[in-house]
């Protein structure tokens, strides 16, 4: 029986021996990596090999994270993007996600959480599509498998890998409540943390797309103290 191909994941990592640990880490648990050292080798190497994912450092020589997913997310705003960075500061993770980041792991981080969150994105992708991929929400189109917002028939907003995810997981139980924790690990891989910030910025991200008055929600709604609804 035919073995299903090896997921591709492009390391964009400039210190040798982190690059070296992770490559080999990546292998043994069956994927195939893809390493660069440099932003500008690793854009490179993204639009000639498009990778099924990508982790990519922050702090590199030259051109950094930032700017390396940027220049990524203008050819592919779909390939689900990981930044590693050693810094702690919020406002650098939020730069980070605004950049196009879909995610971040804060060094020095497990290899083993690193892994699972690898393989949540890839148990979604994997799953039956199935379900409705253009929906409305308000004025507003959602087109789940292009990953865009439109309005008026002209595309507005894009959307990233975990936001497409988000959403569609709120949409699969619309009008109902659904848990903070079992939004962490059904989507991000993630044991619930009651100081895990990453579906809150999401939120805030899907809000300013999707709302006409982020600051007061009509459709993406927060259940307090439990976790988030759709109401479209």
């Known amino acids: ?72 997310r203008s050819h592919d705003s779909q390939v689900p993007i990981l930044m590693l960075t050693a810094r702690s500061q919020e406002i650098d993770k939020i730069r980070g996600l605004d950049a196009g980041a879909d995610d971040y792991v804060t060094k020095p981080f497990s290899v083993g959480e690193l892994v699972a969150r690898i393989r ?10 199935a379900s409705i991929s253009v929906v409305g929400v308000g004025d507003l189109v959602v087109n789940l498998s292009a990953h865009t917002i439109e309005e008026k028939g002209e595309t507005k907003f894009t959307l990233s890998f975990y936001e497409v995810e988000l959403l569609k997981l709120l949409l699969d139980r619309e009008g109902q409540p659904v848990a903070r ?23 805030v991200k899907l809000r300013k797309k999707l709302e006409k008055q982020p600051d007061r929600p009509q459709h993406i709604l927060t259940v307090y103290g439990y976790g988030y609804k759709l109401v479209r």
């Open 181 to 203: 924790d079992e939004i962490l690990t059904k989507i991000w891989g993630l044991d619930a943390n009651p100081t895990n910030r990453t579906i809150d910025n999401f939120i």
């Open 1 to 72: 029986m035919a073995h299903p191909p090896q997921k591709s994941i492009l390391l964009i990592e400039d210190e040798p021996h982190i690059a070296l640990g992770l490559s080999d880490a990546l292998a043994f648990e069956g994927f195939h990596p893809l390493v660069a050292s440099t932003g500008e080798e690793g854009i490179r190497l993204a639009r000639e090999n498009p990778p099924d994912v990508i982790l990519l450092d922050l702090m590199l020589p030259g051109i950094n994270g930032y700017e390396v997913c940027q220049a990524i």
């Open 120 to 129: 949540a994105i890839f148990r979604r992708t994997n799953r039956s599509s």
